[in-house]
């Protein structure tokens, strides 16, 4: 068993769901080992999704194709136009800081703009108010901000303490995207010392690809297995219909 829960089937590219559309990624999740692929696409598609595409891909492969989407969380919105589909999960996503889209090309000279700490308290705040909303069964990338090297001068676990700690109490889902071994970063999302403390904190998590094009689907998948192993998990989450079930690492 092993899932990516975090692809886009869509890309940047937009609607919609079809069959043939989404099929290159199942062949590619299945090449690389994959037994379940989840398509969480950018909700700006969401009136491009198709929930029929996804009993149609299973039935033209061994694959669990699970329906998920990838949610901007941004202080003070609602939720509504998510209720009523038929989702096996939510994934909650901090992609702005006070209306600033950070990780947008084009936007790296804005974080000359920002005390790197306060910046890092204030993103992993919105996280922790993303996981209180009840609505996600998963915080996405929870270290984003880092993804062009800035580092706080406090160990960034400090400032994600209290996010860890909400996720912990509410049984939330912690995402291990290796898509940020592809930006100027190159390292997975969350940090290792992250990863060690969400350990201890007994935090379930998934690993993901955060692929935009199907050759991304799994990449380097055995990079944050291995990573987790050496910090002690085990097992991983999994979805169906919202609920969360568990799969050997
Ligand atoms: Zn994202
Ligand atoms: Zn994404």
Same mark, same amino acid.
């Given at each position: 068993?092993?899932?990516?829960?975090?692809?886009?089937?869509?890309? %940047?590219?937009?609607?919609?769901?079809? $069959?043939?559309?989404?099929?290159?990624?199942?062949? $590619?999740?299945? !090449?690389?080992?994959?037994?379940?692929?989840?398509?969480?696409?950018?909700?700006?598609?969401?009136?491009?999704?198709?929930? +029929?595409?996804?009993?149609?891909?299973?039935?033209?492969?061994?694959?669990?194709?699970?329906?998920?989407?990838?949610?901007?969380?941004?202080?003070? &919105?609602?939720? *509504?136009?998510?209720?009523? *589909? /038929?989702?096996?999960?939510?994934?909650? +996503?901090? %992609?702005?800081? %006070?209306?600033?889209?950070?990780? *947008? #090309?084009?936007?790296?000279?804005?974080?000359?703009?920002?005390?790197?700490?306060?910046?890092?308290?204030?993103?992993?705040?919105?996280?922790?108010? !993303?996981?209180?909303?009840?609505?996600?069964?998963?915080?996405?990338?929870?270290?984003?901000?880092?993804?062009?090297?800035?580092?706080?001068?406090?160990?960034?676990?400090?400032?994600?303490?209290?996010?860890?700690?909400?996720?912990?109490?509410?049984?939330?889902?912690?995402?291990?995207?290796?898509?940020?071994?592809?930006? #100027?970063?190159?390292?997975?999302?969350? +940090? &290792?010392?992250?990863?060690?403390? !969400?350990?201890?904190?007994?935090?379930? $998590?998934?690993?993901?690809?955060? !692929?935009?094009?199907?050759?991304? $689907?799994?990449?380097? &998948?055995?990079?944050?297995?291995?990573?987790?192993?050496?910090?002690?998990?085990?097992?991983?989450?999994?979805?169906?219909?919202?609920?969360?079930?568990?799969? /050997?690492?």
């Amino acid at each position: 068993m092993a899932a990516d829960y975090h692809v886009h089937g869509l890309g %940047h590219d937009g609607p919609a769901h079809t $069959v043939e559309r989404l099929w290159p990624y199942v062949e $590619v999740a299945r !090449a690389r080992g994959l037994t379940e692929i989840g398509f969480a696409e950018h909700e700006w598609y969401l009136e491009g999704l198709d929930f +029929s595409v996804f009993p149609r891909l299973e039935e033209k492969t061994k694959l669990k194709v699970r329906a998920g989407l990838e949610v901007d969380f941004r202080p003070g &919105r609602d939720f *509504k136009e998510l209720e009523g *589909k /038929p989702w096996d999960y939510l994934i909650g +996503s901090v %992609h702005e800081v %006070h209306g600033w889209a950070f990780d *947008k #090309p084009g936007e790296e000279e804005g974080f000359g703009n920002w005390d790197i700490d306060e910046l890092y308290r204030l993103y992993f705040g919105l996280a922790a108010q !993303a996981a209180a909303t009840g609505i996600f069964q998963v915080i996405g990338h929870l270290d984003l901000i880092k993804l062009y090297g800035h580092r706080p001068r406090r160990p960034a676990v400090e400032l994600a303490e209290p996010a860890l700690q909400l996720m912990a109490r509410l049984g939330i889902v912690l995402e291990v995207n290796t898509s940020g071994l592809y930006r #100027p970063v190159r390292e997975i999302y969350p +940090s &290792r010392d992250i990863l060690e403390r !969400a350990f201890q904190l007994n935090i379930p $998590v998934i690993i993901t690809s955060d !692929a935009h094009v199907p050759e991304e $689907v799994g990449r380097a &998948r055995e990079t944050a297995r291995q990573i987790l192993y050496q910090i002690g998990y085990r097992q991983l989450a999994t979805f169906h219909k919202g609920h969360m079930g568990t799969e /050997p690492l």
